[in-house]
Each structure stands twice: as structure tokens, then as C-alpha cells.
């Protein structure tokens, strides 16, 4: 029964993203490619001080790739840099299976991909391109 409802949560971000779309003049924005199965995201965040105050995202690839850009987008939206890396780090850890998020949490509807290790980075890729923007704009 969770595993239905799980796909649900993929399938309900994957054909109606949340924060689809590009941002102007943006303090972040960073693409990755995964070449093995041709999924691509671009991330762009604007910040605020010490907040992420908008993010969004394009690209197009399977539906664990765009539904996690989704949950990403909402997950991160409003944290600040420490909150978003401490987001970014939990999720890769589900992704290994050292984490889990509680049952509800959008984000444990990805918890399954880790039985698919050829799609642990399908769910990654925007968590990745989000945490190699924020690293970048702190050099900068």
C-alpha cells in the first residue's frame, strides 16, 4: 500500500512540478547532465542574505529525476544555507540508505529508488546541482 502511494507522490510532482521554471538574475544557477540515462536539470536559486528565497528548476528525464527537482524546489525554498545543506546531506544519506524520512514526507517516496542503484543519481542529479551552486556562490 505505501509503495502505491509513494508512486503517487512521484507521479503527482513529476506531471505537475512545483517552481518549474527559470529565475532572473539568479545568485545560483547550475545545470548537470546525467549521460548514462540522458536526465538533465538546471537549478537556479535566488538568495536573500543567508536565505534560499526562491528556487526553481528546468530540465527534462525520468519522472524520479523531475519529481525530486519538485520536492527539492519545496524542500529548500526558505532555509538558510546551513538548513539547506543539512536538507541536501539527509537526502543523499536516504539515498545510501543511512537516512529515512518519516512516512508522509514526500521525500520517503524516493527511499524506494535505492533498491535501483542505476537510479540513485536519476534522484540526485538536482540535490547535486543545488549543492555545487551553493558551494560556488560562497567563492564568488
Known sequence: MMRDLYG????????????????????????????????????????????????????????????????????????????AEVEISRFKRMMTGEEAFPEGDDLAALKGVIRYPSRIRCATLAWEAFQQGLENSTSE
Open 8 to 83: 503517487q507522490v512521484i507521479m503527482d510532482h513529476y506531471r505537475h512540478p512545483r517552481n518549474r521554471g527559470e529565475l532572473e538574475d539568479p545568485d545560483i544557477e547550475r545545470h548537470l547532465l546525467n549521460p548514462l540515462c540522458g536526465d538533465e536539470v538546471t537549478v537556479y536559486a535566488r538568495l536573500e542574505g543567508d536565505r534560499v528565497a526562491d528556487v526553481r528548476f528546468t530540465g527534462r528525464g525520468c519522472s524520479i529525476s523531475q519529481a525530486s527537482a519538485s520536492m527539492m524546489t519545496e524542500r529548500l525554498r526558505g532555509k538558510s544555507r546551513e538548513e
